[in-house]
């Protein structure tokens, strides 16, 4: 059926581009890890490292070698914590190192908070596709876009939590990119439905422009060197453009007795992602503005599967959503 073919087509070229980028590494530089106090520490501590008996509390434990730690690591880790200490208690400005505040580990794992917030938020993704299958009738013609959103979810937020467990350039790379392939399939999916593109051709062919731009995003991102600003504005731009379709459909439905549900929902995801633009050093050295707004999105998942069902269940109501697409 041609609108599969879209939808098949725009997973499948997500998931090979995200696969293929991965081979591309990037090195991103603080004002941290360039500051004397902490190279001259660090520089003596991996001389450490290279001797026939290093220090013992700077070998990794079992738990931390299996997230690939080892003492050259563990030597930036302590100095990163030691020159922050110093600059604590002269009153100085916390600094950043290798792109990332001086958060403190737990069980291996860099950024805890960030991680259990995405796991969260993996949770309420996985609870919303186990309701669309239990709720969507076969016969639906959006029963396969609605699932493959939700999942798509899971996939974001599994990427986030393996990338705040530890920060390479692969987890980079499939964090960033999965987050997009959500956003955008999201934006599809508005479309979609406001528009009520019955079409199979027409969604097929939106589902190709998906995928093209997708295609352009990851090729300009892993090509050239990693252009955080742009891959952020991209994100919102494709995001508020699914964003501004759901208001405009909750407006004219009003009449509809759930709409408010996605009004709310674009809001309040609105003001979460003010969060991001604190950017202050972690509280008790695990909290930051990251984290907060990973935190935040977690009930804002469960409102928006609230309007989603409340939506199917309307349609199934009028027999909306019935028969073959048209060609």
């Not at 062919?205 to 252009?227: E, N, P, Q, R, T």
Request: charged letters at 15%; a positive charge.
């Amino acid at each position: 059926m041609p609108a599969k073919n879209g939808v098949h087509l725009f997973a499948i070229t997500a998931i090979a581009l995200v696969l293929i980028s991965s081979v591309i590494q990037l090195v991103a530089a603080s004002s941290g890890d360039r500051d004397s106090i902490y190279i001259n520490c660090a520089h003596k501590c991996r001389r450490s490292c290279l001797t026939d008996n290093p220090d013992p509390s700077l070998l990794p434990t079992k738990l931390e070698r299996l997230l690939f730690w080892d003492c050259p690591q563990n030597c930036q880790y302590n100095c990163m914590h030691w020159a922050t200490s110093l600059y604590k208690a002269n009153h100085e400005p916390v600094l950043q190192y290798y792109g990332k505040w001086p958060f403190i580990r737990l069980w291996g794992m860099q950024e805890p908070a960030s991680v259990l917030f995405s796991l969260g938020n993996l949770w309420m993704h996985w609870n919303g596709y186990r309701a669309l299958r239990r709720a969507i009738p076969k016969w639906f013609e959006n029963r396969a876009i609605y699932r493959l959103n939700a999942l798509l979810g899971v996939n974001t937020w599994l990427w986030s939590a393996v990338f705040h467990t530890r920060d390479f350039p692969l987890t980079e790379k499939l964090d960033y990119f999965s987050a997009m392939a959500g956003i955008l399939f999201g934006l599809y999916l508005a479309i979609v439905r406001v528009f009520q593109l019955r079409s199979g051709s027409v969604r097929t062919v939106l589902g190709a422009l998906a995928a093209i731009f997708f295609a352009g995003h990851v090729a300009y991102l892993s090509l050239w060197k990693f252009d955080y600003k742009y891959n952020m504005m991209a994100g919102v731009a494709v995001g508020m453009l699914g964003n501004l379709c759901w208001v405009g459909w909750g407006l004219v439905e009003w009449k509809r007795g759930y709409t408010w549900k996605i009004l709310l929902s674009v809001i309040l995801i609105s003001t979460a992602m003010s969060l991001e633009l604190l950017d202050f050093p972690p509280l008790w050295g695990v909290l930051d503005a990251h984290a907060l707004w990973h935190a935040a999105t977690i009930p804002l998942v469960k409102l928006w599967y609230s309007f989603v069902l409340d939506d199917i269940r309307w349609e199934v109501r009028k027999g909306k959503g019935k028969g073959r697409l048209e060609e």
